[in-house]
């Protein structure tokens, strides 16, 4: 997965948000997964197909975080989120 990795949210995923933060189940695996509150952010971002810079982007907006650790935090959450299937990549 590099920076221009457009990803977006699996369609067929319940969710809740908790206090402002993101609770989603994966009916097919009966899995439930809770995100903090930048991993609920990235979740709303990720509504619309998203790269992995433009997430960057709009979270160092928000954030005092230096470009390469927040991509590599980014890439490092988009991967697990994919690996659960709470996420696919989609064409550029």
């Not at 470009?67 to 959450?77: F, G, H, I, K, M």
Request: charged share 35%; glycine share 4%; proline share 1%.
């Amino acid at each position: 997965m590099d920076q221009n990795t457009r990803l977006v949210r699996r369609e067929e995923l319940l969710e809740a948000d908790v206090n402002g933060e993101i609770v989603a189940l994966h009916i097919e695996r009966g899995q439930c997964y809770g995100l903090n509150a930048v991993a609920s952010e990235i979740w709303r971002m990720l509504q619309e197909p998203k790269s992995v810079s433009e997430i960057c982007t709009a979270l160092r907006d928000d954030y005092d975080i230096d470009e390469s650790t927040c991509q590599q935090e980014v890439v490092d959450l988009l991967s697990e989120l994919k690996q659960e299937g709470l996420i696919e990549e989609v064409a550029r």
